[in-house]
């Protein structure tokens, strides 16, 4: 497999409606693609980064800049590496990704952008051979429960209505947003309306450690978790917190990276983890902490980003895995991207069905994509 080169586009486009969270509302959603072209296939790569940086450090610009920059000319040159890696492994997929790391291991961070190069190279390694994400990495299931999410609302009754929405339409589970002024009632309500519904609330880091009466009204409510109620760092807090409350505690913006992890895991900072690839730098990674937690009896979910169906794809198989107890954010859903060029087939009555074709997820349709890509620079691979 010889690399000729990587594209970057960049893709303008929206939310059916505005998302709100405790750190502010968007319905702008750029997305930042790669396209790796070998002389056998050619793939994509979907980065994570939101347009700002409120979830985390990672914004779409600043993603372009730094694959643009720094990590296509690192790939351009030791695609070989790569490829060679990936001969005699046990799970080829691993080495290929692990090949990627390794020559983009001398960036710092920026890991939303590392795991979108990742799955472009994956993308297209997989499609050379004409196998799946599912088959490459030994999943068996067809198909993986799928939640909603839904932001902060203006209204409780309007907060009802989106959840009576997801109800309808089957979902496994409803996730809302929640933020200090917008927690316990309204999630009263829902639990009021919906007794038997699998609920959880995301707070996104917005409480502190003088908010643990408060959030330990969420007892009353059997949530599957409370999800990132405190700020990101503090991890000794959240401890404290795992303690005190009866919900259990999930970790998503405070799981980075691994060795992160292993601090969680170490002083009891959580119940339940939050996986999302493009956070954790791809899907290797995403894996590797997978294992970690299923060794610890820590069970996980599969965040959502807002994405296409290329990476809701690969994190419908992500979901597959074993330790994969709680349902993901794969329901997709009215708020989702409109205008994707990624046609995944959506999730309905609570399922999603993994992608079984060549690749991570289903090859762009060229019109829909021509349609809203408004940049896109060819970086022809070096010697
Ligand atoms: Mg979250």
């Known amino acids: 497999m010889r690399l000729e080169g990587v594209e970057l586009l960049w893709l303008d486009m929206h939310l059916r409606r505005a998302h709100d969270t405790s750190s502010g509302s968007f319905s702008y959603r750029p997305i930042v693609v790669v396209?790796?072209?070998?002389?056998?296939a050619e793939g994509f790569g979907e980065c994570a980064a939101l347009a700002e940086p409120s979830y985390t450090e990672e914004f779409a610009a600043g993603a372009w800049q730094v694959l643009a920059d720094h990590l296509v000319p690192a790939l351009s040159t030791s695609i070989g590496l790569v490829e060679a890696a990936s001969a005699t492994a046990e799970r080829p997929w691993k080495s290929v990704a692990k090949g990627v790391s390794e020559v983009t291991g001398h960036v710092k961070g920026n890991r939303m952008a590392k795991a979108a190069l990742e799955m472009a190279v994956l993308d297209s390694w997989l499609r050379s051979r004409g196998e799946s994400l599912r088959e490459a990495v030994g999943v068996a299931r067809s198909e993986v429960p799928a939640g909603a999410v839904v932001g902060i609302r203006s209204s409780v009754s309007e907060l009802l209505d989106d959840v009576e929405g997801c109800v309808d339409g089957g979902c496994a589970r409803v996730k809302v947003k929640i933020a200090p002024g917008w927690d316990t009632a309204p999630m009263r309500a829902v639990r009021d309306r919906f007794p038997d519904l699998a609920l959880q609330a995301d707070a996104n880091g917005s409480y502190g450690r003088d908010d643990f009466r408060l959030?330990?009204?969420f007892d009353e409510l059997d949530l599957l978790c409370l999800e990132q109620p405190l700020d990101e760092d503090d991890l000794v807090g959240s401890a404290a917190l795992a303690v005190e409350l009866a919900t259990p505690v999930c970790l998503d913006e405070s799981v980075s990276s691994r060795s992160r992890l292993g601090e969680v895991l170490r002083i009891g900072a959580c119940d339940v983890v939050c996986v999302k690839p493009g956070?954790?730098?791809g899907l290797r990674e995403a894996v590797a902490v997978h294992d970690v937690c299923v060794a610890a009896g820590i069970p996980l979910w599969c965040g959502g980003?807002?994405?296409t169906g290329?990476?809701?794809?690969?994190?419908?198989?992500l979901s597959a895995l074993p330790g994969f107890q709680l349902p993901g954010d794969l329901a997709g859903g009215?708020?989702?991207?409109?205008?994707d060029p990624f046609h995944a087939e959506r999730a309905a009555g609570g399922w999603a069905r993994l992608y079984d074709g060549?690749?991570?997820g289903p090859a762009p349709d060229a019109s829909s994509l021509t349609a809203v890509v408004t940049r896109r620079r060819w970086y022809p691979a070096l010697g």
């Open 334 to 339: 009215p708020r989702f991207v409109e205008e």
């Open 358 to 360: 060549p690749g991570v």
């Open 215 to 217: 959030l330990k009204g």
């Open 35 to 40: 396209r790796a072209v070998t002389d056998e």
């Open 310 to 317: 290329l990476a809701r794809s690969a994190n419908a198989v």
């Open 279 to 281: 956070r954790l730098g």
């Open 305 to 307: 980003m807002f994405e």
